[in-house]
């Protein structure tokens, strides 16, 4: 591991990058361990516009498609059949990870059907259901942070299923499922059960923030603060974690053993073409967070990164830049609410589209 290389470098200031990305052909070619062994990659997270593209876009699961459909498996079922065994040979190859970092990092996320967003009840039965079919100690369980996830993310916490919160957009909503975690916790404590590998991690997405509100800046006639505000919301969330896990409440279960909450930042691949392709990943760099990486954002930085923890300069202009949002007639509790809906719906189609393409391929291969 050449320790110049700019995402091992992430890792030595604190910074953990994941890929967001799996596909079967990653780990069937050793390409999945050469991005441990070389590149320091300390996780994974998937979602189902990625196994949307890897199942369609591959034979790689067809012979597999084949035999559940002839066994008379309904298509989730099949979905089910499919990636399982590959987020289980993903936990399986950072097993080392894992271990090597007492399960701070190594971590493979597995994401519950996001049209259960909105149902927290079967969010819970789906992520317990998951949890037990990979029987992997670091698996992730995706669950969207909506207000209905919240009890679901509180109860999997207190049974200690390890869970990546997604689709977090408001600092407020942020706040609420950090005292989800700290709760679930707490219930874990007072049962009696070890707290020491309990780990979870709170997916604040970025990038889609300056999607939606650059065109109305240019609207309101404040150009200047195009590309400004993503980076602005994601600053004063992770203000937010370092005021919660600190004090006597935090203390008391960190004595425990347990671990923090850790910001991970996604979509934080550049959508503007006039912003540099690593723009979003060097102004959130910060100790204790992820940040879980595309394919191609992954390798641009590798390429050239220049690491440095950067938070304390946006932190430091943050509220300014929101005030300003504010002053332009644009409320970012409410762009943020909408992008928290579009976000679970362009999931949900995507998991839509995922179970037709499945549908239409386990047809086509057991005529």
Avoid at 224 to 249: H, K, M, S, W
Avoid at 273 to 289: G, Q
Wanted: hydrophobic letters at 45%.
């Amino acid at each position: 591991m050449a320790r110049d290389n700019p995402l091992v470098r992430l890792g030595t200031l604190g910074q953990s990058p994941w890929y967001d990305f799996i596909t079967r052909e990653l780990m069937a070619t050793g390409s999945l361990r050469a991005l441990i062994t070389d590149d320091g990659l300390l996780g994974m997270t998937s979602n189902p516009t990625i196994f949307e593209k890897a199942i369609a876009g591959s034979a790689d699961y067809d012979d597999d498609i084949r035999r559940l459909a002839a066994d008379g498996l309904g298509t989730e079922e099949i979905f089910e059949g499919l990636a399982i065994p590959d987020v289980r040979a993903a936990c399986d190859a950072f097993a080392s990870v894992y271990d090597a970092t007492d399960g701070v990092d190594g971590l493979v996320s597995l994401e519950v059907s996001p049209t259960l967003a909105h149902d927290a009840t079967a969010t819970e039965a789906a992520a317990r259901r998951l949890w037990a079919a990979v029987a992997r100690p670091n698996l992730m369980i995706k669950i969207p942070g909506t207000m209905e996830g919240l009890g679901a993310i509180e109860r999997c916490i207190a049974d200690g299923i390890n869970v990546n919160v997604t689709l977090l957009f408001s600092v407020r909503r942020h706040e609420a499922v950090m005292e989800a975690y700290l709760t679930g916790l707490e219930r874990r404590a007072a049962a009696g059960a070890s707290l020491k590998r309990v780990a979870s991690v709170a997916s604040f997405f970025v990038s889609r923030v300056d999607t939606k509100v650059d065109p109305m800046l240019e609207a309101a006639g404040r150009s200047d603060l195009r590309g400004t505000i993503a980076i602005a919301n994601a600053c004063l969330a992770y203000a937010a974690f370092e005021r919660v896990f600190q004090g006597p409440r935090w203390e008391a279960l960190a004595a425990q053993g347990a671990k923090v909450q850790r910001p991970l930042w996604a979509s934080t691949s550049t959508k503007d073409p006039s912003l540099p392709d690593v723009y979003y990943v060097e102004a959130l760099i910060a100790p204790h967070t992820v940040n879980t990486l595309p394919p191609e954002t992954f390798a641009a930085y590798r390429d050239h990164g220049a690491p440095a923890v950067r938070i304390g300069e946006g932190i430091a202009t943050a509220t300014t830049r929101l005030a300003a949002l504010a002053e332009a007639g644009i409320d970012i509790e409410t762009v943020t609410r909408e992008l928290e809906s579009e976000g679970v719906e362009k999931f949900a189609a995507s998991f839509r589209s995922l179970l037709s393409g499945i549908d239409v391929k386990a047809g086509a291969l057991t005529r």
